[in-house]
């Protein structure tokens, strides 16, 4: 049997999060595992999933379990996926680790959604601007050099370098290539390399990002500890599904806490990163009971404040950058336009 291929496909959550709910709902009707696997040829499920299913129903057929079956195609199916459905196999707790899968999913759908909404405006801005320079490097300034030249004044010292520049550029395009991509990956290196630790540091002092941390981590949590499953287990499980350090190093953090006999909260308070908000529901869950319940009130509250706060500093970024353009403009036209004008008045006179 062959197993799908790793570089023509990717992982999709959408379609994890269609397949984990439906399996959840078959199974907790009590339909034969085989019938449940042949019903998801039936979803709209993208062409690398729907040839997936047909590979797992001959696994299933064979009667290996769910974890062995997925297991075979790890292109599609992360980790994190195949081993809460291994722990939801082992404990009986499948319809719970299924239904959690789905949550989880969804989450990761909506925050990718809500980045990418809150980005496009200002990556959109950042695009214009740079295709605004390129147009002006390379078009602009070599006329505004001729017109100095041809009124017999001096290049003033930036027209001069720009157009050193935009001529190098021009005439050595492939060598621009060269030194531009090397740049990239030297800057690549040097980041991942060395400056990786010192980023995340840095971007923790940003209440966003801060935010954004603790409410995928109790979203997670939460998500976890409904299915029901060994809770060291799902945490453990949980740090192979992402590539955040920080959301790693809460993972590892509250697991190795847990392990010496702490509760979560204290955990939290030991780790520090969390709103005091979170960490007193948390305790409150903990000691009256009703974590589960507690948990998932937190994260709705958490995607709340996310949703407000992301909206709020789109709000800023928008105006903010329509200024940069301005102001770019505006210098542009201070350095090289308004001398021209001058020398021309000159020569008028």
């Given at each position: 049997?062959?197993?799908?291929?790793?570089?023509?496909?990717?992982?999709?959550?959408?379609?994890?999060?269609?397949?984990?709910?439906?399996?959840?709902?078959?199974?907790?009707?009590?339909?034969?595992?085989?019938?449940?696997?042949?019903?998801?040829?039936?979803?709209?499920?993208?062409?690398?999933?729907?040839?997936?299913?047909?590979?797992?129903?001959?696994?299933?057929?064979?009667?290996?379990?769910?974890?062995?079956?997925?297991?075979?195609?790890?292109?599609?199916?992360?980790?994190?996926?195949?081993?809460?459905?291994?722990?939801?196999?082992?404990?009986?707790?499948?319809?719970?680790?299924?239904?959690?899968?789905?949550?989880?999913?969804?989450?990761?759908?909506?925050?990718?959604?809500?980045?990418?909404?809150?980005?496009?405006?200002?990556?959109?801005?950042?695009?214009?601007?740079?295709?605004?320079?390129?147009?002006?490097?390379?078009?602009?300034?070599?006329?505004?050099?001729?017109?100095?030249?041809?009124?017999?004044?001096?290049?003033?010292?930036?027209?001069?370098?720009?157009?050193?520049?935009?001529?190098?550029?021009?005439?050595?395009?492939?060598?621009?290539?060269?030194?531009?991509?090397?740049?990239?990956?030297?800057?690549?290196?040097?980041?991942?390399?060395?400056?990786?630790?010192?980023?995340?540091?840095?971007?923790?002092?940003?209440?966003?990002?801060?935010?954004?941390?603790?409410?995928?981590?109790?979203?997670?949590?939460?998500?976890?500890?409904?299915?029901?499953?060994?809770?060291?287990?799902?945490?453990i499980c949980a740090t192979s599904n992402f590539k955040?350090?920080?959301?790693?190093?809460?993972?590892?953090?509250?697991?190795?806490?847990?392990?010496?006999?702490?509760?979560?909260?204290?955990?939290?308070?030991?780790?520090?990163?969390?709103?005091?908000?979170?960490?007193?529901?948390?305790?409150?869950?903990?000691?009256?009971?009703?974590?589960?319940?507690?948990?998932?009130?937190?994260?709705?509250?958490?995607?709340?404040?996310l949703i407000d706060m992301i909206n709020k500093k789109?709000?800023?970024?928008?105006?903010?950058?329509?200024?940069?353009?301005?102001?770019?403009?505006?210098?542009?036209?201070?350095?090289?336009?308004?001398?021209?004008?001058?020398?021309?008045?000159?020569?008028?006179?």
């Open positions: 049997m062959k197993k799908v291929r790793l570089m023509r496909n990717k992982i999709h959550y959408d379609d994890l999060a269609l397949i984990a709910g439906n399996i959840a709902i078959l199974y907790k009707e009590g339909i034969s595992m085989i019938m449940i696997v042949d019903l998801l040829k039936e979803l709209p499920l993208r062409k690398s999933y729907k040839d997936s299913i047909n590979g797992i129903k001959e696994y299933v057929l064979k009667g290996e379990s769910l974890e062995k079956s997925f297991k075979q195609y790890p292109n599609l199916y992360p980790e994190f996926f195949i081993g809460m459905i291994a722990m939801g196999e082992k404990s009986g707790n499948l319809y719970k680790v299924l239904k959690g899968l789905e949550d989880y999913y969804k989450v990761i759908i909506f925050f990718n959604n809500t980045v990418k909404s809150a980005l496009s405006y200002p990556f959109l801005i950042l695009l214009t601007t740079i295709g605004l320079f390129i147009f002006l490097l390379l078009f602009v300034i070599p006329n505004l050099y001729e017109f100095y030249i041809n009124l017999n004044n001096k290049v003033p010292l930036m027209c001069e370098i720009s157009y050193r520049f935009s001529k190098f550029i021009r005439e050595n395009t492939v060598e621009f290539l060269i030194y531009f991509l090397n740049l990239i990956f030297l800057v690549w290196f040097l980041y991942k390399y060395y400056f990786k630790n010192k980023f995340i540091v840095l971007m923790n002092k940003f209440k966003t990002y801060r935010e954004f941390n603790e409410f995928l981590f109790i979203s997670i949590l939460g998500i976890i500890i409904k299915s029901g499953i060994n809770l060291s287990d799902g945490l955040n350090m920080d959301l790693i190093d809460r993972f590892i953090a509250l697991n190795n806490n847990i392990l010496k006999g702490e509760s979560i909260s204290d955990s939290l308070i030991s780790k520090g990163n969390y709103s005091k908000y979170t960490v007193s529901i948390i305790k409150l869950g903990e000691e009256g009971g009703g974590i589960e319940e507690r948990l998932e009130s937190l994260t709705i509250y958490l995607q709340e404040r789109t709000a800023i970024i928008q105006p903010v950058s329509i200024l940069i353009i301005g102001g770019f403009v505006i210098l542009f036209l201070i350095i090289f336009v308004l001398p021209l004008f001058s020398s021309m008045y000159e020569v008028a006179i």
